[in-house]
């Protein structure tokens, strides 16, 4: 069984930058999609950013492509999510998301999220 602990959440102005991070524990991390999601107050889960075991990372979209940078260090099971030019709107809870894959079952676990808050 995988566990996925986040940390590196708070309260932040406007404009700070915070980097999350996602340790894993169980199973072969190295082998896994990482991938970091977000919900906001009153909202469904959306997808971030995701990188993939040999290290290529994508991003919903383009705007958040040049504010956060997905990476990972296999040798600390350890994903992140740098995060630049903080917005009010990208206050959230940010989850981290671990995509293993055996034969054609794919299976993911979830951690417990880590609070992000913007003010302005």
């Known amino acids: 069984q995988v566990q996925l602990v986040e940390s590196g959440g708070g309260l932040v102005q406007a404009g700070d930058s915070l980097r999350l991070s996602c340790t894993a524990s169980g199973g072969t991390f190295s082998t896994y999609t990482m991938a970091w999601f977000r919900q906001a107050p009153g909202k469904g889960r959306d997808f971030v950013a995701a990188?993939?075991?040999?290290?290529?990372?994508?991003y919903d979209t383009n705007s958040l492509k040049a504010r956060f940078t997905i990476s990972r260090d296999n040798a600390k099971n350890t994903v992140y999510l740098q995060m630049n030019s903080l917005k009010r709107e990208d206050t959230a809870v940010y989850y981290c998301?671990?995509?293993?894959?055996?034969?054609?079952?794919?299976?993911?676990?979830w951690g417990q999220g880590t609070q992000v808050t913007v003010s302005s």
């Open positions: 990188i993939d075991s040999s290290g290529g990372g994508t």
């Open positions: 998301k671990a995509a293993e894959l055996r034969g054609i079952y794919r299976y993911d676990y």
